[in-house]
C-alpha cells in the first residue's frame, strides 16, 4: 500500500513506494466523481509513473493507490480485479488552523495556508497516528495482567526534542513492573518513563468524571470546563490533543484519579461486593459500622496507579512544566506537588516549589479574579502551608507571596475573638468568608520556629488564643449547620467540609510542635544523664542550670502534650463527621495520630473509654483510607490488637467492679 505523507515543515506530500499496481487502464477511469477532468487525472497518473512507483496488480486482491491533485487533494484509487473507485481525501489541517478549532485550507505545493500567511506564522503540520481501538477481549486481558501484580512498562530512555505521545507508542523496549519486584522502591517517586499505555477513550472519560466529582477541582487553577470541552472535541482520544500543556494536564488528573477509581481498568477485574464500593460515595462514612476494610484495593490498584504516575512525570519534564509559566503548567504543577504530599508524606517538592514560581507571575490574574476564587486560593495556600509543616520542609510561600495573591489584612487574634464572641450566629456565607482571618493566622502559626523559650511562651499563648477562636467557630458551624438542614440543605456538605478543614489545620499546627519539643526533651534529659555520669553526680553551679532549664523544658513538653491530647478527640469528632470519602486526611497523618494514641506515655488527662473510641475511629479510617493507599506500616492489626486487649481489660473491670478500688483515679489507667 502507498501511504502520502506530510513532512511537517514544508508540507510536500513523500510517497512510500510500497504499492499495489494498477493497470494501464487506470489513466481511463470515470470522473463523474471526483469532478475532475480526465486530463488532470491523466497528469497526475503520469507523475506517479515518472516518481518510478512501480505498480503491479495481483489477481483477485484489492489495492490502493493515492494520486495528489495541483488542488490539494489527495485521490484515493481503490482497485479489486478489474473494478476501480475513486475516493477523494482532504489534506491535514496545520498545527495553527487545528490548535484553534478553524477552517483549513492547506496548499499542495506545500506553501502556507492562507490563515498562517494573514498571521505571517510559519505554516507546518504534524502527522498524526491514530491507533486501533483495543477490542474487549484485549481489554479484559490487561485487566488480567494488572490483577497478577505484573505490568509492561518501558525501560527510560533519553529525551529527544520532540515530546509527541504517539512518536513513542510501542517504540520502546518493555520490563516488567511488580510491587514485589526487587530493588524497587516504592516508598518515593517512580522513574519517568515515555508513555507507552494505551488508555482506551471510555477509561480516559471514567477517569476524568471521578475527578470532577473529586474535591480538587474547586481549586481556581484547575481549568475543568476548558478541558471538558476538548476531551469531548477530540472523542476523549489524549493522543489528538495537539496542545502539549493541556495533555500533561490531562495526564496528571488522570493520574490522580486513578487513586479513587473503582474501575477494573484500575484496580483489575474480580468479582466485589457491591456494599464495599457503596460506602465511599456516602455522606460522614465513619459514622457507619462496621467499616469494610479495603487495604487490599490499595495494592490492586498500585501498579498501575504508579505507572500512569511514572508517564504523566516523563511527559512534565521533557514539556518542562517547571519552567514555562502557564495556567495549565502551574496546575500540572501543583497536581503533581499534591501527588507527593497524598502518596509520600512530602509537602515541599520541586513541583510544589514550581506551581508558587508559576502563580508568582500570574498573580495579577489572579488578585483580579472573584472574591470567591481568592477565599479558595487563600483556604489551598494554608493547605499546601500546613502539608510542609508536617513534613519537616520550609514553608514555600513567603508573607510577601501572601500579601501578593490574598490581599486581606486580618485582625489580631485578640481583637478576632471578641469579634466572634460579639457575633450571635453566622449564615453560611458569614462562615465562609472567615477562612480569610483563619488562614491569615495559620500560615503565619506556621512558619514559627520556637527556638528559645520566650519565643516558646508567646507561640503557645496564641495557640491558646486560636483554640478559642477555633472553638468558637465551630459552635458557630454547629448552628448554621442545623438552620441548613431545614432551609438550606445544599450548603451542609460544604458547611461540614469547613468545619472538618478548620479542625484537620488546627491538628498540623499542634503535631509538629509536640514532635519537636518530644525530640527536645529526649535529646536534653539523655545529654543531663551523659554529664551527671561524667561528673560522678557532684553537684555544680553548670550542673544545677543544666537541670533547671531540663526542667523547664519538660514543663513546657507536658503542656503541649495535653494540649495534643484534647487536639486529637477534636480530631476524632471531625473524622465521624467529615463529609465525604475524597476528604480524609492524607494516610500519613492518620498513622501519626494513631502511632501517638499507641504510646501510653503521650496518653493523659483523657479517658479509657475516649482513648478506646479514638482508636476505633482511627483504625477505621486507615481502612477506609487503605483503599487509595498501600500501607506497610502494619498500623491496623497493631490497633486491632491494642482495641482487643482494650476489650480483654474492659471485661476484667466488669468481673472485678465488686472488689475494693486499687486506687488509681481517672485517667491515671496507664499507671502514671
Same mark, same amino acid.
Given at each position: 500500500?502507498?501511504?502520502?505523507?506530510?513532512?511537517?515543515? #514544508?508540507?510536500?506530500?513523500?510517497?512510500?513506494?510500497?504499492?499495489?499496481?494498477?493497470?494501464?487502464?487506470?489513466?481511463?477511469?470515470?470522473?463523474?466523481?471526483?469532478?475532475?477532468?480526465?486530463?488532470?487525472?491523466?497528469?497526475?497518473?503520469?507523475?506517479?509513473?515518472?516518481?518510478?512507483?512501480?505498480?503491479?496488480?495481483?489477481?483477485?486482491?484489492?489495492?490502493?493507490?493515492?494520486?495528489?491533485?495541483?488542488?490539494?487533494?489527495?485521490?484515493?484509487?481503490?482497485?479489486?480485479?478489474?473494478?476501480?473507485?475513486?475516493?477523494?481525501?482532504?489534506?491535514?489541517?496545520?498545527?495553527?488552523?487545528? #490548535?484553534?478549532?478553524?477552517?483549513?485550507?492547506?496548499?499542495?505545493?506545500?506553501?502556507?495556508?492562507?490563515?498562517?500567511?494573514?498571521?505571517?506564522?510559519?505554516?507546518?503540520? #504534524?502527522?498524526?497516528?491514530?491507533?486501533?481501538?483495543? %477490542?474487549?477481549?484485549?481489554?479484559?486481558?490487561?485487566?488480567?495482567?494488572? *490483577?497478577?501484580?505484573?505490568?509492561?512498562?518501558?525501560?527510560?530512555?533519553?529525551?529527544?526534542?520532540?515530546?509527541?505521545?504517539?512518536?513513542?507508542?510501542?517504540?520502546?523496549?518493555?520490563?516488567?513492573?511488580?510491587?514485589?519486584?526487587? $530493588?524497587?522502591?516504592?516508598?518515593?517517586?517512580?522513574?519517568?518513563?515515555?508513555?507507552?499505555?494505551?488508555?482506551?477513550?471510555?477509561?480516559?472519560?471514567?477517569?476524568?468524571?471521578?475527578?470532577?466529582?473529586?474535591?480538587?477541582?474547586?481549586?481556581?487553577?484547575?481549568?475543568?470546563?476548558?478541558?471538558?470541552?476538548?476531551?469531548?472535541?477530540?472523542?476523549?482520544?489524549?493522543?489528538?490533543?495537539?496542545?502539549?500543556?493541556?495533555?500533561?494536564?490531562?495526564?496528571?488528573?488522570?493520574?490522580?484519579?486513578?487513586?479513587?477509581?473503582?474501575?477494573?481498568?484500575?484496580?483489575?477485574?474480580?468479582?466485589?461486593?457491591?456494599?464495599?464500593?457503596?460506602?465511599?460515595?456516602?455522606?460522614?462514612?465513619?459514622?457507619?459500622?462496621?467499616?469494610?476494610?479495603?487495604?487490599?484495593?490499595?495494592?490492586?490498584?498500585?501498579?498501575?496507579?504508579?505507572?500512569?504516575?511514572?508517564?504523566?512525570?516523563?511527559?512534565?519534564?521533557?514539556?518542562?512544566?517547571?519552567? /514555562?509559566?502557564?495556567?495549565?503548567?502551574?496546575?500540572?504543577?501543583?497536581?503533581?506537588?499534591?501527588?507527593?504530599?497524598?502518596?509520600? $508524606?512530602?509537602?515541599?517538592?520541586?513541583?510544589?516549589?514550581?506551581?508558587?514560581?508559576?502563580?508568582?507571575?500570574?498573580?495579577?490574574?489572579?488578585?483580579?479574579?472573584?472574591?470567591?476564587?481568592?477565599?479558595?486560593?487563600?483556604?489551598?495556600?494554608?493547605?499546601?502551608?500546613?502539608?510542609?509543616?508536617?513534613?519537616?520542609?520550609?514553608?514555600?510561600?513567603?508573607?510577601?507571596?501572601?500579601?501578593?495573591?490574598?490581599?486581606?489584612?486580618?485582625?489580631?487574634?485578640?481583637?478576632?475573638?471578641?469579634?466572634?464572641?460579639?457575633?450571635?450566629?453566622?449564615?453560611?456565607?458569614?462562615?465562609?468568608?472567615?477562612?480569610?482571618?483563619?488562614?491569615?493566622?495559620?500560615?503565619?502559626?506556621?512558619?514559627?520556629?520556637?527556638?528559645?523559650?520566650?519565643?516558646?511562651?508567646?507561640?503557645? %499563648?496564641?495557640?491558646?488564643?486560636?483554640?478559642?477562636?477555633?472553638?468558637?467557630?465551630? *459552635? /458557630?458551624?454547629?448552628?448554621?449547620?442545623?438552620?441548613?438542614?431545614?432551609?438550606?440543605?445544599?450548603?451542609?456538605?460544604?458547611?461540614?467540609?469547613?468545619?472538618?478543614?478548620?479542625?484537620?489545620?488546627?491538628?498540623?499546627?499542634?503535631?509538629?510542635?509536640?514532635?519537636?519539643?518530644?525530640?527536645?526533651?529526649?535529646?536534653?534529659?539523655?545529654?543531663?544523664?551523659?554529664?551527671?555520669?561524667?561528673?560522678?553526680?557532684?553537684?555544680?553551679?553548670?550542673?544545677?542550670?543544666?537541670?533547671?532549664?531540663?526542667?523547664?523544658?519538660?514543663?513546657?513538653?507536658?503542656?503541649?502534650?495535653?494540649?495534643?491530647?484534647?487536639?486529637?478527640?477534636?480530631?476524632?469528632?471531625?473524622?465521624?463527621?467529615?463529609?465525604?470519602?475524597?476528604?480524609?486526611?492524607?494516610?500519613?497523618?492518620?498513622?501519626?495520630?494513631?502511632?501517638?494514641?499507641?504510646?501510653?506515655?503521650?496518653?493523659?488527662?483523657?479517658?479509657?473509654?475516649?482513648?478506646?473510641?479514638?482508636?476505633?475511629?482511627?483504625?477505621?479510617?486507615?481502612?477506609?483510607?487503605?483503599?487509595?493507599?498501600?500501607?506497610?506500616?502494619?498500623?491496623?492489626? /497493631?490497633?486491632?490488637?491494642?482495641?482487643?486487649?482494650?476489650?480483654?481489660?474492659?471485661?476484667?473491670?466488669?468481673?472485678?467492679?465488686?472488689?475494693?478500688?486499687?486506687?488509681?483515679?481517672?485517667?491515671?489507667?496507664?499507671?502514671?
Amino acid at each position: 500500500m502507498e501511504k502520502l505523507l506530510y513532512q511537517s515543515s #514544508t508540507r510536500q506530500p513523500v510517497h512510500d513506494v510500497k504499492t499495489q499496481p494498477f493497470s494501464p487502464r487506470g489513466e481511463l477511469l470515470s470522473t463523474a466523481a471526483t469532478g475532475y477532468s480526465r486530463v488532470e487525472l491523466q497528469q497526475s497518473i503520469l507523475a506517479i509513473w515518472q516518481t518510478r512507483v512501480n505498480v503491479k496488480r495481483e489477481n483477485g486482491t484489492a489495492s490502493r493507490s493515492y494520486v495528489s491533485l495541483r488542488s490539494g487533494d489527495v485521490i484515493i484509487l481503490e482497485m479489486s480485479g478489474d473494478d476501480t473507485t475513486l475516493k477523494r481525501k482532504k489534506l491535514p489541517a496545520c498545527d495553527f488552523c487545528k #490548535t484553534r478549532r478553524v477552517l483549513c485550507h492547506p496548499q499542495a505545493d506545500g506553501t502556507s495556508c492562507p490563515r498562517c500567511k494573514e498571521k505571517n506564522i510559519k505554516c507546518t503540520t #504534524t502527522p498524526t497516528v491514530r491507533r486501533r481501538r483495543r %477490542t474487549k477481549e484485549e481489554l479484559l486481558k490487561a485487566a488480567s495482567t494488572l *490483577d497478577s501484580g505484573n505490568i509492561l512498562l518501558p525501560q527510560p530512555e533519553p529525551s529527544t526534542t520532540s515530546i509527541s505521545i504517539s512518536a513513542y507508542a510501542g517504540a520502546a523496549p518493555i520490563v516488567v513492573y511488580s510491587h514485589n519486584n526487587v $530493588g524497587q522502591d516504592l516508598t518515593g517517586e517512580p522513574v519517568p518513563v515515555p508513555p507507552t499505555l494505551e488508555l482506551p477513550a471510555e477509561i480516559v472519560q471514567d477517569l476524568f468524571q471521578t475527578f470532577s466529582h473529586s474535591p480538587f477541582p474547586t481549586h481556581p487553577i484547575i481549568p475543568l470546563s476548558k478541558l471538558d470541552s476538548i476531551l469531548r472535541l477530540y472523542s476523549w482520544n489524549i493522543r489528538d490533543i495537539p496542545s502539549t500543556d493541556c495533555c500533561v494536564l490531562i495526564r496528571c488528573i488522570i493520574t490522580l484519579s486513578s487513586l479513587i477509581s473503582t474501575n477494573p481498568f484500575i484496580i483489575g477485574p474480580g468479582n466485589f461486593k457491591t456494599d464495599q464500593f457503596s460506602i465511599l460515595s456516602l455522606d460522614m462514612p465513619l459514622k457507619l459500622s462496621p467499616i469494610p476494610d479495603l487495604r487490599p484495593f490499595g495494592f490492586r490498584r498500585e501498579p498501575m496507579f504508579r505507572r500512569l504516575w511514572a508517564e504523566a512525570l516523563w511527559l512534565a519534564n521533557v514539556s518542562g512544566i517547571t519552567t /514555562r509559566t502557564s495556567k495549565d503548567n502551574a496546575a500540572s504543577c501543583w497536581l503533581l506537588g499534591s501527588l507527593n504530599l497524598m502518596v509520600l $508524606g512530602q509537602g515541599a517538592s520541586a513541583f510544589m516549589s514550581a506551581f508558587v514560581y508559576h502563580i508568582r507571575t500570574l498573580a495579577e490574574d489572579i488578585s483580579t479574579q472573584e472574591a470567591s476564587d481568592i477565599l479558595t486560593y487563600h483556604a489551598y495556600m494554608m493547605r499546601d502551608v500546613l502539608g510542609a509543616l508536617t513534613s519537616g520542609r520550609g514553608i514555600q510561600y513567603t508573607s510577601n507571596d501572601e500579601a501578593l495573591l490574598v490581599p486581606f489584612t486580618p485582625e489580631p487574634l485578640e481583637q478576632l475573638l471578641r469579634t466572634v464572641i460579639a457575633t450571635k450566629s453566622y449564615t453560611p456565607s458569614q462562615i465562609f468568608s472567615t477562612i480569610h482571618p483563619f488562614a491569615s493566622h495559620v500560615i503565619p502559626l506556621a512558619r514559627r520556629r520556637p527556638l528559645d523559650e520566650g519565643f516558646l511562651i508567646q507561640h503557645l %499563648t496564641s495557640l491558646d488564643i486560636f483554640h478559642s477562636f477555633l472553638t468558637m467557630e465551630l *459552635d /458557630r458551624i454547629a448552628e448554621a449547620i442545623e438552620s441548613a438542614l431545614k432551609h438550606e440543605p445544599d450548603f451542609v456538605i460544604y458547611l461540614r467540609a469547613c468545619a472538618y478543614g478548620f479542625v484537620a489545620s488546627w491538628g498540623s499546627l499542634v503535631f509538629p510542635l509536640f514532635e519537636v519539643l518530644r525530640d527536645r526533651s529526649t535529646q536534653s534529659f539523655n545529654s543531663f544523664g551523659t554529664i551527671g555520669a561524667r561528673s560522678g553526680l557532684v553537684d555544680s553551679d553548670s550542673d544545677v542550670a543544666i537541670e533547671q532549664n531540663n526542667e523547664r523544658l519538660q514543663m513546657h513538653f507536658r503542656h503541649v502534650r495535653n494540649l495534643t491530647c484534647r487536639t486529637v478527640l477534636e480530631v476524632k469528632d471531625a473524622l465521624r463527621d467529615m463529609p465525604t470519602f475524597q476528604r480524609m486526611m492524607h494516610h500519613s497523618e492518620l498513622v501519626k495520630w494513631a502511632m501517638f494514641l499507641l504510646d501510653e506515655f503521650n496518653v493523659v488527662d483523657i479517658t479509657r473509654e475516649q482513648c478506646l473510641d479514638a482508636l476505633n475511629c482511627f483504625r477505621d479510617a486507615l481502612q477506609l483510607s487503605g483503599f487509595s493507599y498501600p500501607d506497610r506500616t502494619g498500623i491496623v492489626d /497493631r490497633l486491632n490488637e491494642y482495641i482487643a486487649s482494650y476489650s480483654l481489660d474492659n471485661t476484667l473491670l466488669a468481673i472485678t467492679s465488686g472488689f475494693p478500688d486499687p486506687g488509681f483515679g481517672v485517667g491515671s489507667w496507664f499507671g502514671m
